[in-house]
């Protein structure tokens, strides 16, 4: 079974930070390019970050360039989305998403997790 489980959501306040988690099982996230995206209530999904699986390089959205930072922990077969600097636009259901190779398009990651609730308030 391949499957990925993020945590790490809930309530914080403007200015305040959360660490998101994106466990994996059935698959070794090493060999992966690991991506992060949030989809608002009435909103189309949008990119946020990715870790590419063959440089362990990174990109990130304009919109969070400078607050966000996505890392790996491969000993613990975990990825991390640590946000600082929250702003109520931030507010959204976070995924993770693995594929071969790193995208900015939702469309070419094909195992996906269930998605957890980050809600920033002013």
């Known amino acids: 079974q391949v499957q990925l489980v993020e945590s790490g959501g809930g309530l914080v306040q403007a200015g305040g930070s959360l660490r998101l988690s994106c466990a994996g099982s059935g698959l070794t996230l090493s060999r992966y390019a690991m991506a992060w995206f949030r989809q608002a209530p009435g909103k189309e999904r949008e990119f946020v970050g990715v870790t590419s699986r063959r440089t362990m390089s990174t990109e990130y959205a304009d919109s969070v360039k400078g607050r966000f930072a996505a890392s790996r922990d491969n000993a613990k077969n975990t990825v991390y989305l640590q946000m600082n600097s929250l702003k109520p636009e931030d507010t959204a259901v976070y995924y993770c998403?693995?594929?071969?190779?790193?995208?900015?398009?939702?469309?070419?990651?094909?195992?996906w997790g269930q998605g957890t609730q980050v809600t920033v308030s002013s």
């Open positions: 998403a693995a594929s071969l190779y790193a995208s900015q398009r939702d469309g070419d990651y094909n195992i």
